[in-house]
């Protein structure tokens, strides 16, 4: 039973599992929109929504946790730079997720997320 367990495993450990998703969330920041699988969409959602709202509130403390979330470090600054600010009046709700066609190869059901306008 899985009562009350959260988060998906995706086929890997622990460690390449943060890995994948920080980097997710990195791409996903820098170039604001990625294409992956609906699994990966709706984890690395948790985080990217997470990290923006660090950005908004920009204490040096904040800027230390998002650097341990994400592996670039030019993500942590346009977080706190241009995405805080940006989304400085939005209670939340930054990334749009919609599903695309399944992949062509193992039908994988795939998803377009990018970060919504404001």
Known sequence: MRHRVAGRKLGRRSGPRRALLGNLASELIMRERVTTTEAKAREVRGLAEKVITK??????????????????????????????PRYASREGGYTRMLKLLPRKGDAASMALLELVEE
Request: no cysteine; aromatic share 4%.
């Open 55 to 84: 950005g908004k509130r920009g204490s040096l403390h904040d800027r230390r946790i998002a650097t341990a979330m994400l592996p670039d470090k030019h993500a942590v600054k346009k977080v706190f730079d241009d995405l805080g």
